[in-house]
């Protein structure tokens, strides 16, 4: 595998499942993200992790849960969701080099879509 | 909070036109990083602009920053089928990247 990989690439939950997305990168970049993607609208900055470090949560409800267990692996953790979390779920990693993250690269996102 | 403003819409365009979108901003950037997504997949970056004044080229894309440094131009030249897309300009701010909504080009049959 090479670059960003993110599983499932689709996903159909009721608002009481409990689900996971995952996202893997093999660059050797330090920096993974979350965020969320609707028609029409710019891309929303979920989550950022440092070198495995939760270093932003953009007021993201709870319902929405980051992991990051390692550089390469991020998790995003669902449960209790609402039909306006439906969207395109995207997934990104970067070099961090302690500056503010230039270029990122990006899965190929979850569609979640909420019943 | 801040936003990038993307311009326009979206696009009909005929095979082979050049094509010109612009992303602008309240504020000035010294970085500017254009990207393009495809149906069913993330963005991929296309060019990043690190230096004002300059023309950066991408085969048949080119991108530079505008004159006040509040905006940046993406124009592609003799555009074909595979440029259709949703193109996104993007930006950092305070540890982050921002993003407009995107410019989607459609090609008219």
């Known amino acids: 595998e090479t670059g960003v990989t993110q599983t499932p690439r689709h996903l159909v939950m009721g608002m009481t499942n409990k689900k996971s997305l995952k996202c893997e990168q093999h660059l050797g970049h330090n920096a993974m993200y979350w965020y969320k993607q609707s028609a029409k609208k710019p891309l929303e900055l979920m989550f950022v992790?440092?070198?495995?470090?939760?270093?932003e949560n953009n007021s993201v409800p709870s319902r929405f849960s980051p992991e990051c267990p390692n550089s390469s692996h991020l998790f995003l953790h669902l449960h209790t969701l609402q039909p306006e979390d439906s969207a395109l779920y995207l997934c990104?990693?970067?070099?961090?080099?302690?500056?503010?993250?230039?270029?990122?690269?990006f899965g190929p996102g979850t569609r979640l879509t909420v019943t | 909070g801040q936003q990038l403003n993307q311009s326009p819409q979206s696009m009909f365009i005929q095979e082979g036109e050049d094509v010109s979108m612009n992303c602008t901003s309240s504020?000035?950037?010294?970085?500017w990083l254009w990207y393009k997504q495809d149906p069913g997949e993330g963005p991929v970056l296309l060019i990043a602009?690190?230096?004002a004044g300059e023309l950066t080229s991408n085969g048949r894309l080119t991108a530079q920053f505008g004159i006040t440094r509040k905006d940046s131009f993406l124009n592609i030249s003799a555009s074909i089928p595979s440029d259709v897309g949703i193109y996104f300009c993007?930006?950092?701010?305070?540890?982050?990247?921002?993003w407009g909504a995107g410019t989607k080009l459609i090609i008219k049959p």
């Open positions: 504020s000035i950037f010294n970085t």
């Open positions: 602009l690190y230096k």
């Open positions: 993007a930006g950092p701010i305070n540890y982050q990247l921002i």
């Open positions: 992790y440092n070198f495995k470090e939760q270093t």
């Open positions: 990104a990693s970067s070099l961090s080099r302690g500056g503010p993250p230039l270029e990122q690269y």
